[in-house]
């Protein structure tokens, strides 16, 4: 049987999806239709492509200007301006601004969000992060905030600088942590702030409660709770890139940054695997459990290339190499008693948890993190 984009569109508004313009909108033959849910909007220029593409309920594509999604994720409510979006993720409420490009291994949490004209690859946004305008994020993770209106946010003209070019192809084993997974699942620790105009030389760690003033490059990590302004220092020395090498300090650096980031993807995939898939299970929520499987995928795939990277360092360097048959265990059960609340959404069960609930949630999550930390 020949395929028709026109049968296609019109079995799609047959079960309650909208399509503004059917004149304008793309299906490509491989878009599984029973994953575009109904109450879902494409708008005039949508083009969806790849087998594993899901639009949920209420989610819309295209509000600004033309956007194609290809196999991608987007969960119920969540929305695409314009642009580019492939092998991501957006969980429910998530929004992408206009003409964003966003690539393989990004995944937005719940009310996540970009302004216009943002490049993420490899980057999570944990819940409420705000991204600016003009703003490129490769190998990077962040979290922190209290809510929808108190947030992390990163300003205007930010660069996460994920690339140097020592050894034969240059190093990318340079993920950064802008607050943790271990905390941030709580939706409860403070704000960071990343001052526009300015840049991240990874791979570095930005404690919660952290600000950076605008227009500098951050060349050393933050703790908690400090306002940071770094000035570089200038200087000029002989350079090849033949005969440069980092320093043994350095490569550790690289190491432990590494381990630390995994156990942080490790942790969060615990959380996936554990809770958030157990509270879909529990409310009958299919598609939601769906969009968490999205999820899932992209932080595997998220992990695959930290490993990936890390390797091709060590290998230029004989930096000592991962045990990393451990990301491949099943993380640590979650054995406590909790209180699962179906009635609610999933970030208002977040804040309803009791002292006691959370204190054995985050040990659990501490642990499934320390498994990696020890293992690798």
């Known amino acids: 049987m020949n395929y028709s984009i026109e049968q ?36 005039p220029g949508a083009r969806l492509t790849g087998s594993r593409t899901l639009i949920g ?4 594509i295209g509000t600004e200007g033309p956007a194609t999604v290809n196999d991608s994720v987007i969960g119920a409510g969540a929305s695409i301006a314009s642009g580019y979006v492939t092998e991501s ?57 209290l809510s929808r209106k108190v947030h992390t946010e990163v300003g205007s003209g930010f660069i996460h600088f994920n690339f140097t070019p020592w050894g034969e192809t240059g190093d990318k084993a340079t993920p950064s942590l802008i607050g943790t997974a271990t905390e941030g699942v709580f939706i409860d620790k403070p704000p960071i702030f990343l001052g526009g105009m300015s840049g991240i030389v990874g791979p570095k760690e ?15 990590s933050v703790p908690d709770d400090t306002m940071y302004s770094g000035d570089s220092p200038s200087f000029e020395r002989p350079f090849s890139y033949d005969s440069s090498q980092p320093s043994e ?19 969060l995939k615990a959380w996936y695997t554990q809770v958030r898939m157990k509270r879909a299970e529990i409310c009958e929520d299919e598609e939601l459990s769906l969009v968490y499987a999205g999820a899932l995928e992209t932080l595997d795939d998220c992990v695959e290339e930290r490993v990936k990277r890390y390797e091709s360092f060590a290998s230029s360097w004989d930096a000592k190499p991962f045990h990393d048959a451990c990301l491949g265990e099943a993380a640590p059960a979650l054995e406590a008693s909790i209180d699962w609340k179906p ?9 309803s948890l009791s002292e006691g609930e959370k204190t054995l949630l985050h040990e659990w999550i501490v642990s499934c993190a320390n498994k990696i930390r020890n293992g690798l």
């Open 8 to 43: 296609s569109i019109d079995a799609l508004e047959k079960k309650g999806v909208k399509i503004i313009d059917p004149r304008q909108v793309y299906l490509s033959p491989d878009v599984d239709i029973e994953r575009i849910y109904p109450g879902s909007v494409l708008y």
């Open 343 to 351: 009635e609610l959404a999933y970030d208002k069960w977040v804040w």
């Open 57 to 60: 309920s209420g989610a819309k």
């Open 249 to 267: 300090k350095h490569i550790s650096h690289i190491r432990q940054s590494n381990i630390e980031y995994l156990a942080q993807l490790y942790a």
């Open 89 to 145: 993720t957006l969980l429910p409420r998530a929004k992408a601004g206009g003409n964003c490009h966003f690539r393989n291994g990004t995944l937005l949490e719940e009310e996540a969000n970009t302004a216009h004209a943002v490049g993420l690859k490899q980057t999570i946004m944990m819940h409420g992060v705000t991204m600016g305008s003009l703003i490129n994020f490769c190998d990077a993770l962040l979290s922190g905030g």
């Open 206 to 220: 930005i404690g919660f409660g952290a600000m950076t003033i605008a227009g500098q490059v951050i060349r050393r």
